[in-house]
DNA sequence: CCGACATTTCAGGAATTTCTGAAATATCGG
DNA sequence: CCGATATTTCAGAAATTCCTGAAATGTCGG
């Protein structure tokens, strides 16, 4: 490997936390790169900068196209496929979000419904059914809000993450203010 | 293994999804296993439901208590340690939360910090750190919201989520409403 | 302190995942 | 169709992770 040292010690980190991020080390480390280099990389200059085998470039790369995390482009007059990460941080975000909860949680949460349809065969499955209904329960909320939350266009998804808690606040004055206003003016539909 | 049909599909898929999860099979299926049962479990119980080794099993209860998914009750004359699994779901979640920072994200954060300090030495390497400076305010900006919301109490975690995006619309309207009310009642300091 | 039982540690074997090099396949200009 | 170049596939080697059984350690009542 043979980069700026400020490039080397991030694709290595990455390297090295890809384990706990569920993918391998030259995964994380292709993507480093990608996501600092200034311009597309085909997967020769990969190689090089990282040492690896040609094959597992080409796997990587292979594996980031399915997160869609690296994005191929196509540079005029050359054969070879060149690839980038999103641009947008934010974007990266969305990307994440969607496919770890496609890997991570979708398949639960079916196998949840599956399993809260069959009838209990004794107290000891009605129990253990009542424990996964509230699993259930707690997934599924999640996973609206997290529908509803993704369609938001980044600013707003920004506005919302710096007001943080302090929406319940808000919360808490829209009810008084609504009620002062009650009869006054037409605030709009509140639900 | 020798479980209810219900259990045990819920334990196998468990132990299946331990993989994507970043926990070993073993890990995921103990957890699944304390989730359901209607009463604390001990180590000899959890290697008969599992048919694993008890040496498995103590390293796998261990795992889970460093992450605070399982914990220890005590049962009166009786030596063996019996363990559940924390019983709010909503708990459950602030934990994963909580733990998943701190083993996937705070690294990062502090990695880049550093290397954010360095000055660089090379076009190249000016780009690499204009990158890293926006993934570390992404980063900065989530954590940022996520110490903030997760100070809040079950109730009101629950029906922030229950607004999801139409959050962002009361933030609309919340300025309308000032407008209206201004010189007229107190709304409140609004930020 | 002893004996009975409970738990943990850990070396090494088993299982799984990752990585490589060689061969196969694909794509292009001519 | 050919030759040059780019990419993918895949069997097996290498590395890593997981699991077990045996031994060590801990803990209790007496």
Do not use: C
């Not at 496919?99 to 009838?119: A, C, F, G, I, Y």
């Not at 993704?150 to 808490?172: I, N, P, Q």
């Amino acid at each position: 490997m043979n980069l700026p040292p400020l490039v080397q010690a991030f694709v290595l980190h990455f390297g090295e936390m890809g384990s706990r991020w569920g993918i391998n080390r030259t995964v994380g480390q292709i993507y480093a790169l990608l996501y600092v280099a200034p311009d597309p990389l085909n997967a020769e200059q990969i190689v090089d900068a990282l040492g690896v085998s040609r094959s597992n470039v080409s796997m990587g790369l292979k594996e980031l196209q399915a997160w869609n995390l690296a994005i191929p482009k196509h540079i005029p007059n050359d054969r070879r496929d060149h690839f980038t990460t999103p641009d947008d941080v934010w974007q990266i975000l969305r990307t994440l979000a969607e496919e770890r909860k496609k890997r991570e949680v979708d398949p639960t949460l079916s196998v949840l419904r599956e399993l809260l349809m069959q009838s209990p065969g004794s107290a000891e499955e009605r129990h253990a059914q009542q424990r996964m209904a509230e699993m259930h329960g707690l997934i599924e909320q999640l996973t609206t809000w997290y529908d509803d939350v993704k369609r938001l266009e980044t600013e707003r998804l920004a506005s919302l993450l710096a007001l943080g808690a302090r929406v319940t606040r808000l919360l808490d004055t829209k009810d008084k203010v609504i009620g002062l206003m009650r009869g006054r003016a037409s605030p709009g539909k509140e639900g």
